[in-house]
């Protein structure tokens, strides 16, 4: 089984931090390395749905799944 489909990220649509990062999501870091990875091109960018409310694409975590998988 894929790693990605035992955290059961959704297909398509928007994901937040605590479902990508562990314990629960497959991606095992913490959220400074995480925003740090971001900032440096290593992780996806984010997507801004709300003054305070920040997701991820589901295909880009996918994808930086495969990548790191690979």
């Known amino acids: 089984m894929k790693q990605a489909n035992?955290?059961?990220l959704?297909?398509?649509g928007f994901v937040r931090?605590?479902?990508i990062l562990a314990p629960?999501?497959?991606?095992?870091?913490?959220?400074?390395t995480w925003?740090?990875?971001?900032?440096?091109?290593?992780?996806?960018?984010?997507v801004k749905l709300?003054?305070?409310?920040?997701a991820w694409r589901a295909e880009d975590i996918r994808a930086l799944i495969e990548r790191l998988n690979g």
Do not use: D, E, H, N
């Not at 629960?24 to 400074?32: E, L």
């Open 6 to 8: 035992q955290y059961s």
């Open 10 to 12: 959704p297909a398509t």
């Open 17 to 19: 931090l605590p479902a």
């Open 24 to 32: 629960i999501g497959p991606i095992p870091v913490g959220r400074s």
């Open 35 to 46: 925003w740090a990875g971001v900032k440096s091109g290593r992780f996806p960018k984010p």
């Open 50 to 54: 709300g003054p305070r409310t920040t």
